[in-house]
RNA sequence: CGCGGGAUAGAGCAGUCUGGUAGCUCGCAAGGCUCAUAACCUUGAGGUCAGUGGUUCAAAUCCACUUCCCGCAA
């Protein structure tokens, strides 16, 4: 099954760059959909997004549509006359006359084991949400949200320490390798519909998420600040002023202070259900971050006192 | 010209408003105490106060510009 396929390839983060760059040396690329370019950061520079990069790095034509309810994108992308439409994170929509334009239909990387966290956010939910297991779905798209039929699936292990964007970058290699397998075998693979009774939710995070709420379990504040790293990151409050929590640890031993009290010079805060979670590297408004020795060098925070 | 914070010893900060001897907490070095220590005590080294220009008898501090870092918002 060696033959070359002509690729359309739709995605826009870090995410999917990793399988773009996956399928160009083998397959031919014929042209990569990505969202627009659009303003980033304190000057508002526009920015193109990390497949848009890769796509002009390997002259691939780039295509930026808005959207494909207008019939001469779709004409456009037609005209293109691709084997497969591969999608991975792109962050658009497609239409059920998008989805019928690929001779082998439009092929889609997920990042959880569905049915399991259909959604935009299944990465960093999978964290947040204290799972020990997570994977990558290749899936055979349709017009519902990541409903579409299980085409190939690999499990990996969440550690208890691993970020967001650690476990993004090895979820990414997976989809990668998994895309290609796909492709090789697709022969003799058969779809299999997603059972969808045991479907969940991973929905786009919501900024006041972000906020640590010190009752509930150190557990749960972990995964919470594990999930947001390194953005936007978990916040909490010390009088009125913000600090952005970067990485922290839980205690195994009890206290019985009110949530949010904190318990010693480790920077060891009361949580809920008497949990115990130790801020090992915190960011102050304007400032870097920090290991939690230097940051308490300059900071003045007393033992007893409370975080929001 | 989206809004805002910042640059002072190896690290983190105060001092800037109100110009006049360079400070704090840590780290580092030496010595002391100690069975011992990341604990405690004593002493010490370490600074072009981001850069350039201006005001002034005198600038970390006031004024102008430059560079770099960070938060918000998107």
Request: aromatic share 4%; with cysteine.
């Amino acid at each position: 099954m060696n033959k070359k396929l002509n690729i359309v390839f739709m995605g826009t983060p870090e995410f999917a760059e990793t399988a773009l760059k996956a399928l160009l040396p083998i397959h031919n690329v014929i042209a990569v959909y990505t969202k627009e370019p659009k303003p980033v950061g304190r000057k508002m520079i526009l920015t193109k997004s990390p497949v848009h990069e890769c796509a002009i790095q390997n002259n691939i034509p780039v295509y930026t549509p808005k959207t494909f309810k207008d019939e001469a994108i779709v004409n456009q992308l037609k005209g293109l006359n691709p084997d497969m439409i591969i999608v991975a994170a792109y962050g658009k929509i497609l239409p059920q006359n998008v989805l019928d334009i690929a001779k082998f239909g439009c092929i889609n990387i997920h990042a959880s084991i569905l049915p399991k966290l259909r959604g935009a956010n299944p990465i960093q939910r999978s964290i947040i949400n204290g799972d020990t297991i997570t994977g990558i779905t290749i899936m055979k798209m349709d017009a519902g949200m990541d409903t579409g039929d299980i085409l190939l699936q690999e499990e990996t292990e969440i550690s208890n320490t691993i970020t967001y964007k650690e476990l993004e970058n090895k979820l990414s290699e997976i989809g990668a390798k998994l895309i290609l397998k796909y492709i090789d075998n697709m022969g003799s693979i058969k779809p299999i519909k997603q059972d969808d009774t045991r479907a969940t939710l991973a929905p786009k995070l919501q900024k006041e998420e972000a906020i640590i709420n010190w009752n509930n379990t150190a557990n749960q504040i972990h995964n919470l600040i594990r999930g947001l790293s390194p953005h936007p990151y978990a916040t909490c409050y010390h009088n009125n002023n913000p600090l952005k929590i970067i990485k922290s640890e839980v205690v195994n031993d009890t206290h019985n202070f009110e949530p949010g009290t904190i318990l010693n010079k480790n920077m060891d805060i009361a949580c809920g259900n008497n949990t115990i979670l130790r801020i090992l590297e915190i960011q102050k408004i304007g400032g870097k971050k920090l290991p939690i020795k230097d940051f308490l060098n300059g900071y003045k925070i007393e033992i007893n006192e409370k975080l929001q």
